[in-house]
Nanobody, 116 residues
Framework: VQLVESGGGLVQAGGSLTLSCAAV?????????VSWYRQAPGKQRELVAS???????NSADSMKGRFAISRDAAQNAMLLQIDSLKPEDTAVYYC??????????WGQGTQVTVSS
């Protein structure tokens, strides 16, 4: 399974972005959980948001309200909508698809840089 992320870039604070993660080799809708993580320079990777196959979403309390995860079945992809971007949102964003411990895949990451 290959995950290909896109949509990152340089944006001004207050702007919005939609990140996309397209799956090749598997139907993303069959994954038990799909997630977005991010890793800022010098920090550990952290969960941004996830959604289960049954539609249950989860996100860090600090990210509720500005981050929205969704699946795009037609494109075999998952999306992350980010609103009201802040400089502290600057990070590499990674998508993850989980079927089992043996079938757990990561994308290569897409850089998001927010200028103040």
């Amino acid at each position: 399974v290959q995950l290909v992320e896109s949509g990152g870039g340089l944006v001004q604070a207050g702007g919005s972005l939609t990140l996309s993660c397209a799956a090749v080799g598997a139907r993303i809708g069959s994954a038990a959980v799909v997630s977005w993580y991010r890793q800022a320079p010098g920090k550990q990777r952290e969960l941004v948001a996830s959604v289960t196959q049954g539609g249950r979403t989860n996100s860090a309390d600090s990210m509720k309200g500005r981050f929205a995860i969704s699946r795009d079945a037609a494109q075999n992809a998952m999306l992350l909508q980010i609103d009201s971007l802040k400089p502290e949102d600057t990070a590499v964003y990674y998508c993850n698809t989980f079927w089992s411990d043996e079938h757990n895949f990561w994308g290569q990451g897409t850089q998001v840089t927010v200028s103040s």
